[in-house]
């Protein structure tokens, strides 16, 4: 089973520029699902109805998001009855959405994807490691799905590694989200968990986190200044796991990167 997922969203160019590269990276890579975090699609501030049915419709399986979810009030009633929209699992009782779902692929058997935010420098949720304890706590790897894949949205490099080795060969991905910037450290982990601390984002790349440059150094100064998406040349981030339906174990990851100022990777290898 090949998995894609495409890191944080960030504003209207980065979603033209992925929706416009769906049908290629999904031939290329051959991928059995594809998943995206939207959480700043609507302007670098949260996702509308509209923006999460035109990457649904472009043949993006699951849209994950994070913290910055309810930035947009139209998406309360939307993500209420959508099985598609995630919101943090890990979130208050009682928050309209869910924060899990389950995909079918065919031969390739059914994968669960979740979304959890971690909780140091993070909004008040429930402690992340309970959250997906929970869960695991009936369901099995390789006997209840042939994949278990979570997006882990959160700040701190050593929480979530902390929680990608915890869960180790008890899910077959965690990928972090939140921080905009890739990291260096994609791999397999012992037990067979594929993980990377983040995933970066898919936006401007000549910029901070995917903020105009000038309008995030001046929020340094003045805390009135209003920030805005940088505009320019976009990088696509995300990553490719590759699982073995049979055991649910991770056999490879590989790390994309298309466009902009960043160092792009070979697709074909």
């Keep these: 089973m090949k998995i894609l997922f495409l890191g944080d969203i960030v504003g209207r160019e980065a979603r033209k520029t992925v929706l416009s590269k769906t049908s290629y990276l999904k031939e290329t890579l051959e991928t059995d699902i594809i998943i995206v975090n939207i959480e700043n699609a609507a302007g670098g501030r949260g996702v509308?109805?509209?923006?999460?049915?035109?990457?649904?419709?472009?043949?993006i399986d699951v849209l994950t998001t994070g913290n910055h979810v309810w930035d947009q009030r139209e998406i309360i009633k939307y993500i209420a009855s959508s099985k598609t929209l995630l919101r943090p699992l890990n979130m208050p009782?009682?928050?309209?959405?869910?924060?899990?779902?389950?995909?079918?692929?065919?031969?390739?058997?059914k994968i669960l994807i979740v979304n959890l935010m971690t909780n140091l420098f993070m909004?008040?949720?429930?402690?992340?490691?309970?959250?997906?304890?929970?869960?695991?706590?009936?369901?099995?790897?390789g006997r209840d799905y042939n994949a278990i894949f979570v997006d882990l949205h959160g700040e701190a490099t050593s929480?979530?590694?902390?929680?990608?080795?915890?869960?180790?060969?008890?899910?077959?991905?965690?990928?972090?989200?939140?921080t905009h910037v890739p990291t260096a450290d994609a791999r397999i982990l012992p037990y067979g968990t594929a993980y990377q601390t983040d995933v970066g984002m898919c936006g401007n790349y000549d910029s901070v986190i995917g903020m105009d440059k000038k309008s995030a150094i001046d929020r340094f100064f003045s805390k009135k200044s209003y920030l805005t998406v940088?505009?320019?040349?976009?990088?696509?981030?995300?990553?490719?796991?590759?699982?073995?339906?049979?055991?649910?174990?991770?056999?490879?990851?590989?790390?994309?990167?298309?466009?902009?100022?960043?160092?792009?990777?070979?697709?074909?290898?």
């Design 48 to 59: 509308t109805p509209k923006i999460a049915d035109q990457f649904l419709n472009a043949g």
């Design 123 to 141: 909004q008040e949720n429930e402690f992340v490691f309970k959250s997906l304890e929970k869960i695991l706590l009936n369901v099995e790897l």
């Design 230 to 269: 940088a505009e320019g040349e976009i990088t696509i981030c995300g990553v490719l796991i590759e699982v073995n339906e049979e055991t649910g174990k991770s056999i490879n990851i590989k790390p994309i990167r298309i466009g902009g100022v960043l160092q792009p990777t070979n697709l074909l290898i």
């Design 93 to 109: 009782e009682g928050t309209p959405g869910l924060g899990q779902t389950e995909i079918s692929i065919g031969d390739k058997g």
């Design 159 to 178: 929480e979530k590694t902390a929680f990608a080795n915890h869960f180790d060969g008890r899910v077959s991905v965690i990928i972090g989200t939140h």
